[in-house]
């Protein structure tokens, strides 16, 4: 089995065909007529754009507006004229345009691909798209057409080109496998547009699939399985039979309420960790963002993001959501989540260390100038503010007082922000779940963050695997304190929600219904799915679950008995 990023779900079974590229090999010569050699780099450049404005067309045609952009985009680029004056520079100098094209490009590839963000590495994979058409149209090669492949064929690649993808005809290919790229890269969007599933970074591809060769590929699991025997087909074919149908089942959801058996309604929203990921709580019909992980936006540079730029960030996320729900929870780092610049001491002990609020409460102009900047967004839309990681009454406090604060520095400035803004905090200690019934009084809301909480309550790291069999949500402990917090939750009147995992664990469903949640918080991809399962529960019979699952003393024996009964 060969192992790889799973970057668009599904489960695909065919023929191996390797699609191996034309040589682009040249051999540099010196220029004595600049002026030719720029109109010859110019004519390629046309027939480039050309070509990547039919196959746009065809994109928008066959996938949407948004997809077409992306090829679009490819045009942009080889149009900028900063990139055009330095070929041409470089031909002025005696450089034959191909040598002179892949030298600017090269410069642009080395600059995107040291980006701290993904999003930037990705341009990198599109100037070297850019490139080798440009060089493709210069030596008169003509493009690998994948559009014509055999039925069933599986695509194997060293690196799928956005314009590769843009070609292929969704009809033939069962599954891609490529060499390199990732879940961002702009063909894993088409592959999960075209719904192909498909696996990328599969180091030995090229070497262990021949064309022809019986493949399956997982892009739900992200491995690849050459030359099944018997068994391993039959046993794929089941799973991609499964996952067709449970695929179209779970369309019926799309656009509807989250409601239970008996007509109670439930928030079902989604944990993103990047603005532009509320566009993907958006187009998997998420119901509203329940935890925006600000602490993505402090990983993926090398210095604390300025008060604009968060804010940018912030607002773009409200205006994607408009007027539906966005939690915004304040710096979260330590414990896992390491900001080399922000200079943490190493401690003994990360997870019970100087960390989340408590850091942010000695640090507080970094914390306020976060806070200032969620504030100030709240103008662009529903936005509320929650704390991780609190234990005592005293952080709340203190985290609501700078937020009074800066709500009068704004108001004197007469900047706009939105004077009701809810204030809450992360249930994931065990301190907090005890003590939910004092906290209660004091916050706007709660949300259950039962990662954590499982980890403080048993207290065991996760990431241990000598203790990992004690990590689980179903322990009888673990499982009391989300009771609880739920409990004092409704005793005050405030809204209680979950942003852990667990929230879309089916055995939990049950559970969370009787409990009485109010909010699901969940990755996008698994909107639908929960909506189903919540559909399924009458506030009867979960309460029947719950009463017996709580009456149990294992956690292996709740597990066993839950799902016996979902
Ligand atoms: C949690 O602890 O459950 C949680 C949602 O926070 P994180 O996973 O970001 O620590
Ligand atoms: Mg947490």
């Given at each position: 089995m060969l192992k790889g990023t799973g970057v668009s779900a599904g489960i695909g079974i065919g023929r191996a065909l390797l699609i191996e590229e034309h040589s682009l090999e040249y051999t540099p010569v010196t220029i004595t007529e600049p002026q030719a050699e720029k109109e010859r780099f110019n004519e390629a450049v046309k027939s480039f754009c050309e070509n990547t404005r039919r196959q746009a067309e065809a994109l928008r045609a066959s996938v949407?507006?948004?997809?077409?952009?992306?090829?679009?985009?490819?045009?942009?680029?080889?149009?900028?004229?900063?990139?055009?004056?330095?070929v041409g520079k470089l031909i002025d100098g005696g450089q034959c345009a191909e040598a002179a094209l892949e030298q600017i490009c090269d410069m642009f590839i080395s600059i995107f691909s040291a980006a701290g963000d993904d999003l930037t590495r990705q341009r990198a994979a599109d100037v070297r798209d850019v490139r080798t058409g440009v060089l493709r149209a210069l030596l008169g090669i003509s493009e690998v057409n994948i559009s014509d492949v055999p039925k069933d064929s599986i695509i194997v690649v060293r690196e799928l080109t956005p314009s590769m993808a843009a070609g292929i005809n969704k009809e033939n290919v069962a599954g891609i496998i490529a060499g390199t790229g990732s879940t961002t890269s702009h063909s894993a969007i088409l592959a999960r547009v075209l719904e192909i599933p498909a696996v990328m970074s599969v180091d030995d591809a090229f070497m262990s699939i021949r064309g022809g060769d019986t493949v399956i590929c997982d892009g739900t699991a992200g491995t690849v399985i050459v030359s099944p025997v018997e068994e391993e087909l039959k046993e794929y074919i089941d799973k991609r039979d499964c996952f067709v149908k449970e695929k179209a089942e779970l369309e019926n959801y799309r656009g509807k309420p989250t409601v239970s058996a008996d007509g109670t309604r439930y928030e079902l929203v989604c944990n993103i960790g990047k603005p532009d990921d509320a566009a993907k709580a958006v187009e998997n019909d998420g119901e509203g963002v329940g935890l925006f992980r600000t602490e993505y936006l402090f990983m993926d540079k090398t210095s604390v993001p300025t008060e604009e730029e968060q804010f940018d960030a912030y607002k773009k996320a409200a205006l994607i959501l408009k007027d539906k729900p966005l939690i915004i929870r304040t710096l979260d780092i330590g414990g896992d989540k390491e900001i080399p610049y922000l200079g943490l001491e190493k401690e003994d002990n990360p997870f019970m260390g100087f960390r989340a609020i408590r850091y942010c409460l000695k640090y507080t102009a970094l914390f306020r100038s976060q806070l200032r900047a969620i504030i100030r967004a709240s103008a662009f839309?529903?936005?509320?503010?929650?704390?991780?990681?609190?234990?005592?009454?005293?952080?709340?406090?203190?985290?609501?007082?700078?937020?009074?604060?800066?709500?009068?520095?704004?108001?004197?400035?007469?900047?706009?922000?939105?004077?009701?803004?809810?204030?809450?905090?992360?249930?994931?200690?065990?301190?907090?779940?005890?003590?939910?019934?004092?906290?209660?009084?004091?916050?706007?809301?709660?949300?259950?963050?039962?990662?954590?909480?499982?980890?403080?309550?048993?207290?065991?790291?996760?990431?241990?695997?000598?203790?990992?069999?004690?990590?689980?949500?179903?322990?009888?402990?673990?499982?009391?304190?989300?009771?609880?917090?739920?409990?004092?939750?409704?005793?005050?009147?405030?809204?209680?929600?979950?942003?852990?995992?667990?929230?879309?664990?089916?055995?939990?469903?049950?559970?969370?219904?009787?409990?009485?949640?109010?909010?699901?918080?969940?990755?996008?991809?698994?909107?639908?799915?929960?909506?189903?399962?919540?559909?399924?529960?009458?506030?009867?019979?979960?309460?029947?679950?719950?009463?017996?699952?709580?009456?149990?003393?294992?956690?292996?024996?709740?597990?066993?008995?839950?799902?016996?009964?979902?």
């Open positions: 949407g507006e948004k997809e077409a952009g992306i090829m679009l985009g490819h045009i942009s680029i080889i149009e900028d004229p900063f990139l055009t004056g330095e839309g529903n936005v509320s503010i929650m704390f991780p990681l609190i234990t005592c009454v005293e952080e709340l406090r203190a985290g609501k007082m700078l937020v009074e604060e800066i709500k009068d520095e704004l108001r004197e400035q007469k900047t706009a922000f939105d004077e009701n803004i809810k204030v809450g905090i992360m249930i994931e200690t065990a301190a907090a779940a005890v003590i939910a019934d004092i906290l209660a009084k004091e916050s706007d809301f709660f949300s259950i963050g039962t990662n954590d909480l499982t980890g403080y309550t048993m207290a065991c790291d996760r990431g241990n695997g000598s203790v990992a069999y004690l990590y689980s949500v179903l322990q009888p402990s673990v499982l009391r304190m989300i009771k609880r917090t739920i409990e004092c939750a409704a005793a005050e009147g405030i809204p209680v929600g979950m942003c852990g995992e667990a929230a879309a664990d089916p055995l939990m469903t049950p559970l969370l219904i009787s409990f009485g949640l109010n909010e699901f918080s969940v990755a996008a991809p698994s909107v639908l799915r929960l909506r189903k399962n919540i559909s399924a529960w009458t506030k009867e019979k979960a309460d029947a679950a719950a009463a017996k699952a709580m009456s149990l003393n294992t956690q292996a024996e709740i597990r066993a008995y839950l799902s016996s009964v979902i």
